[in-house]
């Protein structure tokens, strides 16, 4: 028997309670299953087990290898499904996390294509712009705007992203163009708020070096969608991403605004802000949601 055979025998026995109950789940004699636990504790020499007539405990050594032995038999049956689902349709939940805007203008639609080609997968789209748990929350990836910190998250690269400020051009008309950052002040700032707190402080290059002023909001939401409709009913000027924007921007909905000093409302904004796909973790993802993730890109692109 090789080693993982004999792993996944170990957590059969643990997961079991015992020798006889798992000899019975696989189908092995008690004596069998002793012979090769027996072997297992000689090979690394250290005792696994501690067993009585009426039950079995870990040891302290035992309980280390059985931590990693669920890890490898784990991973092993994530291989056999990946190959095992090569030749099966799709199916299975999509749980995803994504920035209102974003969500309602490109996620969503995409979301529906790709299930009326997979009928059997099940799509969960939450719409947010605060930041999510992805492992408490169980979700198997999030879309995010910025550059994101170090985390044991895992990120690839979707899209280029820059932000911009916009207005409408009738707020233009009756209210003027700011022509420096300082001119704000003056006028009617639209903020999104994250986790109850207003994104007032908007950055800027000018005079050499990076700055910040912070505006005064004359409307506050935490929904991206929102300030963009505000923004188009000629409420004020707002801070977005491109991506959100172009749309409106391509018909002549809105104009930017102080292109030359733009930098962004995070601290981790520089001149550009790349959109993300982020993952919980790095280990075997499901082929349906593998398949969303470049089906979405190649949509996107």
Known sequence: MSKIDDMALFVQIVKTGGLAAAGRKI???PASITLRLNALERRYHTRLLNRTTRKISLTDAGSRFFEACLRVVEEVENAEALLRAADENLSGRLRITA???FGRQYVAPALSEYVGLYPGVIPQLHLTDNVVDLVEEGYDLAIRYGNLPDSNLVVRHLASNYRVLVASPGYLEKQGRPGHPDDLARHRCLVLERFGEPLDEWRFVFDGRHKSV???PALTSNDGAVIRQWTLADGGIAYKSIRDVQGDLDKGRLQTVLDDYVVGFQSSDVLTTGLQFVFPS??????????FVEFFRTRLS
Not at 285 to 290: C, D, L, S
């Open 214 to 216: 912070r505006v005064r």
């Open 99 to 101: 920035p209102s805007d």
């Open 27 to 29: 189908r092995l004699s």
């Open 282 to 291: 790095r280990r075997y993802m499901p082929r349906h949601v593998e398949a």
